[in-house]
């Protein structure tokens, strides 16, 4: 299986759903969206979705490497 095949089989998220379930904080999280740093899609309304090794991914980085909280 390839990268790219791994992410499309990962079920996306509510910000507030991933949040919940990995102790992050919200607002972090969706200044990291608006910032660029985490990717977000939306398909039908206003709801962000991420996929939560996106955002972990991000996390681990800046904890490593420094940078802004997430």
Do not use: W
């Amino acid at each position: 299986m390839t990268k790219y095949e791994d992410k499309s089989a990962e079920r996306l998220m509510t910000v507030p759903k991933f949040c919940e379930k990995h102790g992050l904080k919200p607002h972090a999280v969706r200044r990291a969206i608006r910032d660029g740093l985490v990717p977000a899609y939306t398909f039908v309304g206003n709801r962000r979705l991420v996929r939560p090794s996106e955002v972990l991914a991000e996390v681990k980085r800046l904890q490593t490497g420094g940078g802004a909280d997430v």
